[in-house]
């Protein structure tokens, strides 16, 4: 299967959601040790939900258009929605299927998210359970 | 172009009658029938422990097993068969002899390595100079990529004492002028530990004319099987050497309170060795003579050249590594503008050509050329100029597929 799909290379010639956040509440370094690929997330939470998300790095087509990808949907999300997120979802955002070994190109930015998600400032009541 | 060696050598490897073009064999190399069936063979005619039993079965393994040493003494060209330790790789050979001769140095003594070193030659004496209070040095490479002799007398005191180094990157393919350094070594009295993982596979060596102290590799990247490798030293050296591993095998004589060693090359090869793998790798070494080194390492080089021709030609290529390519054999590590590593093996995969991408276990010299990864097309003997055809193909399809 020709796992680069137009709409794959589209989000990695023209990422979404590119960029720093200066007042970030949280910031999230993520890097793969099989290829070298860094990944820095910036996150911002109203509410208990993401308000901004704004990454950084280099990758390839794969890890590029997933972050992409994933950046878009975890806008507006809440603490548990994005904890329950699954490596099935970030396929099924890429609409492909991967081997072993790109699987954890497609996965470094859910990892972070997932990472960053661990750190974010402390949830006020009202969202706990949403 | 006249070629050495044909397509026809192919048919002695079952894996590449599926048709890949087989463009990863500085991380390993494919297997030709003869090695199965000499493994197969241990198994299903001898199979026993070596040097133990005083049965028929024991005695044919332990003759099949040790004429393996015989042929890799001649094969490197080592004075005696003692000489030739098996490990089971040059990972393994390279901790070995890092344990060994660090325990012969005191805090503050120096080791040099240079910058271009696989991981496997520089983790090991990572370790040994933080347990020894050592300190390392390295040799790097100049602007044109490739390293000097003076610069390594440069970096002498009267503290260092080993010079370790690769004889052929696997990360650029870059030749080190191995002889001129090693003799500028003992000069300043350093012993020489030569990482030969991918130039015993390419390269007619000598160890006896290179007068190299130690020397390791892999027997899979040479058509062997896995968990294999072997560790060279000069006998007088290895004789003076504390064993890094104990067990049995390796004793004369044993009491609760202490021991003493067995001869070489028992003394450094402790407990039951990968009889299979090292009979095999015997085969493979039979199986490469019969070719002849010279011959191997022609055709790499015209493959190489070929290769080189066509990947430059096409646009936005930058090759990683010396400048002067006349330097380079066997592996091209290459840089694509605008395509991550990653994505052009993925295209190459489906075109049917395997090749490698990422830092290939050299992340030190990553660094010094400003990139994470690189993708490396590295050649063997049984290659052939199709396989160099549909690499180049199929990196035109990448660029394509990219960049409209
Ligand atoms: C130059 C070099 N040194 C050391 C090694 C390690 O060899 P092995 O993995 O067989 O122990 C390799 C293999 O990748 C290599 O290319």
Redesign the interface.
């Known amino acids: 299967m020709?796992?680069?799909q137009e709409e794959i290379?589209e989000h990695?010639r023209h990422p979404h959601n590119t960029g720093q956040l200066e007042h970030a509440d949280v910031v999230q370094q993520e890097y793969n040790p099989?290829?070298?690929?860094?990944l820095t997330l910036y996150l911002t939470f109203v509410d208990n939900k993401v308000a901004e998300v704004r990454f950084m790095g280099?990758?390839?087509?794969?890890?590029q258009a997933a972050t992409s990808m994933l950046t878009d949907k975890i806008a507006g999300m809440t603490r548990k929605q994005i904890q329950q997120l699954t490596k099935e979802d970030v396929l099924q955002l890429l609409g492909i299927e991967l081997g072993p070994t790109?699987l954890k190109?497609a996965l470094l930015s859910l990892q972070g998210i997932h990472h960053a998600i661990q750190q974010a400032p402390t949830p006020t009541s009202k969202d706990v359970t949403a | 172009m006249e070629r050495i060696l044909t397509k026809k050598i192919q048919q002695d490897f079952p894996l590449l009658q599926r048709g890949v073009a087989y463009l990863d064999n500085a991380s390993t190399t494919q297997k030709p029938q003869a090695v199965l069936d000499a493994m197969n063979a241990y198994y299903t005619e001898c199979c026993a422990n070596v040097h133990r039993g005083i049965y028929a079965i024991s005695e044919d393994a332990s003759a099949r097993f040790e004429a393996v040493r015989d042929q890799v003494q001649q094969f490197i060209g080592a004075g005696h068969r003692e000489e030739i330790i098996f490990t089971s790789g040059t990972t393994a050979s390279l901790n070995m002899i890092a344990r060994m001769l660090g325990a012969t140095c005191s805090a503050g003594d120096e080791i040099i390595l240079t910058e271009m070193e696989h991981h496997a030659n520089l983790i090991p004496w990572q370790i040994v100079a933080r347990e020894r209070g050592l300190k390392l040095q390295f040799l790097r490479a100049r602007e044109d990529g490739e390293i000097y002799a003076e610069d390594l007398q440069a970096l002498c005191t009267p503290r260092t004492k080993i010079f370790a180094l690769t004889h052929l990157s696997n990360a650029s393919g870059y030749r080190t002028p191995l002889a001129e350094l090693t003799r500028l070594a003992h000069e300043q009295h350093l012993l020489v530990v030569v990482d030969a993982a991918q130039s015993v596979p390419h390269i007619p060596i000598n160890v006896a004319e290179l007068d190299i102290d130690f020397l390791t590799f892999s027997a899979h990247k040479m058509c062997g099987p896995t968990g294999v490798g072997v560790l060279y030293g000069k006998k007088a050296l290895l004789e003076r050497l504390e064993p890094a591993f104990g067990g049995g095998h390796m004793i004369a004589h044993v009491t609760l309170e202490g021991s003493t060693w067995a001869e070489l090359p028992m003394k450094l090869e402790p407990g039951t060795p990968n009889i299979a793998g090292i009979i095999g790798f015997g085969a493979a070494l039979t199986y490469l003579s019969q070719i002849g080194m010279q011959a191997i390492e022609q055709h790499i080089h015209q493959l190489h050249t070929d290769a080189l021709k066509k990947l430059t030609a096409l646009p936005g290529i930058r090759i990683l590594g010396p400048k002067d390519h006349s330097t380079i054999t066997g592996i091209l590590s290459f840089a694509v503008n605008g395509i991550?590593?990653?994505?052009i093996a993925?295209?190459l995969d489906?075109e049917g050509v395997a090749v490698r991408?990422?830092?290939h276990c050299a992340?030190p010299l990553?660094t010094a050329w400003g990139v994470?990864?690189t993708t490396r097309a590295s050649f063997y003997f049984y290659n052939t100029e199709e396989d160099v055809n549909r690499f180049i193909a199929a990196i035109q399809k990448t660029q394509q597929?990219?960049l409209p």
């Open positions: 020709n796992i680069y290379l990695y099989f290829c070298g690929d860094k280099e990758g390839c087509a794969i890890s790109r190109c | 991550h590593p990653h994505d993925s295209v489906n991408a990422g830092h992340q990553m994470s990864a597929l990219f």
